[in-house]
């Protein structure tokens, strides 16, 4: 609720004083919930607090991640395999914690070669970097052990950024930071993405800077 409020406090100065991103749009595109605007860049997805719905999802696509819906930096993230036993333990654990649903996806095996994040300013792509996982871990989260590495788009991503891109502009999402693993779209990120820091080291891309151009642009068509 403090990240709802805050939102809430913002709308009250924006547009006056401008605040990026657009505080209304933050509150509406929750990072797990705008991807399924997509349906078809997305791996299977299913979002439930019904414990039979998941066991039927996990039979159909075998092994599965299992997260909170309102998570963030790898926080609360499980790889469920078809015959781990916790899921049971699992979902109580969330449940009694939580009114709120998990979100189930179809594990991508291309993990292990990396989650590319995918940063775009103003609707469009600047660069990205690849997070590998740590070896024996699940999550490719910098903070949590993900190695950064150079690497640059697929025509499959730049097809992804090409189909949300006018979305994130129409919404004011000028910085955002989504992630592809194997090719499908998992998350739209639009509060504070990290991996500008590893873009500008990488590929000497100034990405601070982007964003302050997209935003005097913005101001000067107003």
């Not at 469920?80 to 179809?106: K, Y």
């Not at 891109?165 to 910085?175: A, D, Q, S, Y």
């Amino acid at each position: 609720m403090a990240y709802i409020t805050s939102t809430h406090l913002l709308d009250r100065v924006h547009p006056d004083t401008y605040v990026v991103n657009d505080p209304f749009w933050v509150r509406n595109s929750p990072e797990k919930l705008l991807v399924l605007d997509f349906p078809d860049l997305t791996p299977p997805t299913l979002i439930t607090r019904n414990i039979a719905d998941i066991r039927s999802f996990r039979e159909k696509h075998g092994d599965i991640i299992v997260k909170p819906l309102y998570g963030n930096g790898g926080a609360g993230v499980f790889h469920l395999r078809p015959e781990d036993p916790n899921l049971s333990s699992l979902m109580e654990v969330f449940t009694s914690g939580s009114r709120e649903p998990v979100i189930a996806q179809q594990y991508l095996p291309a993990v292990v070669k990396g989650d590319k994040r995918i940063i775009l300013v103003d609707g469009e792509p600047i660069g990205a970097i690849n997070r590998v996982p740590a070896a024996g871990e699940a999550r490719s989260n910098m903070h949590v052990g993900g190695r950064p590495e150079k690497v640059g788009l697929t025509e499959r991503e730049a097809e992804i950024c090409a189909r949300i891109g006018p979305v994130l502009r129409e919404k004011g999402l000028i910085f955002t930071g989504i992630d592809v693993i194997g090719g499908w779209l998992t998350e739209i990120n639009v509060t504070s993405p990290t991996g500008l820091q590893e873009l500008e080291r990488f590929d000497g891309v100034n990405g601070a800077g982007l964003i302050w151009e997209a935003i005097e642009r913005r101001l000067a068509a107003r």
